[in-house]
């Protein structure tokens, strides 16, 4: 099992729908971070969360610490957030390295 | 946010032969840097871990004569890819973290390698 999971693995939706990809982890950590990856391959770090949650445009991240989840929330979806997002975790044990998901793959239909 | 930077963006190079790939830190001073590989539709895998002025740290099984890293500035980590084969043709990504009070990793766009 991975350390970190994430759903769904692929997701289409109609563009204005309200998105949300879910990441567990198994392991204690410091920080989650959620990033982006469009199919140019550079990655974008759109948050890093250790409690809480945090708000950016459309974009919302939540993290529970007791339960080891996190989300990332997509309102009003456009065919410009089609990308792979990412949720990446760093262990408490393996100092500032990232642990990643494998990714939840978004297409949004215009 | 932060600026890292990769060159090549794409690099198509002949068996045998050695490339270098460049990340940097453009507005910050990195310490530390990480390179990744990543294989089409798989999650990035760590490489190893770049520390300026001192040895790069190898994960398990990355060949530490194969890929070469040297850090010798706050703002610059180079990989080399000696004797490339055409297995070893990738998209590799650098990060550098920034140990301000963001205490963040920063991306940089990626190098596509191609061995033929």
């Known amino acids: 099992k991975n350390e970190v999971e994430q759903s769904p693995q692929n997701l289409t939706a109609q563009e204005g729908e309200f998105i949300t990809i879910n990441c567990s982890y198994s392991?204690?950590?410091?920080?989650l971070h959620w990033l982006q990856q469009h199919p140019g391959g550079g990655i974008v770090s759109l948050f890093m969360?250790?409690?809480g949650k945090k708000k950016h445009g459309r974009l919302i991240a939540t993290i529970n610490i007791q339960e080891k989840h996190s989300s990332l929330h997509i309102t009003a979806s456009h065919p410009r957030d089609s990308a792979v997002y990412i949720c990446?975790?760093?262990?408490?044990?393996?100092?500032?390295?990232?642990?990643f998901g494998t990714g939840t793959r978004l297409a949004v239909r215009p | 946010g932060a600026v890292v930077s990769q060159h090549p963006s794409r690099v198509i190079c002949k068996s045998g032969t050695s490339v270098k790939i460049e990340c940097r830190s453009l507005?910050?001073?990195?310490?530390?840097m990480f390179w990744y590989r990543q294989f089409p539709k798989q999650s990035l895998m760590l490489m190893a871990t770049?520390?300026?002025?001192?040895?790069?740290?190898?994960e398990q099984g990355v060949e530490k004569d194969k890929f070469l890293i040297n850090h010798a500035s706050l703002t610059l980590s180079t990989l080399t890819v000696t004797s490339a084969h055409p297995e070893d043709s990738s998209f590799y990504i650098c990060?550098?973290?920034?140990?301000?009070?963001?205490?963040?990793?920063?991306f940089g766009p990626g190098t596509r390698l191609t061995v033929t």
């Open positions: 392991v204690g950590i410091s920080a």
């Open positions: 969360l250790s409690s």
């Open positions: 990060s550098a973290l920034d140990r301000g009070y963001r205490y963040e990793q920063y």
């Open positions: 990446a975790v760093r262990r408490k044990s393996s100092g500032d390295k990232l642990t």
């Open positions: 770049s520390n300026e002025g001192s040895k790069a740290t190898y």
């Open positions: 507005d910050f001073q990195a310490t530390t």
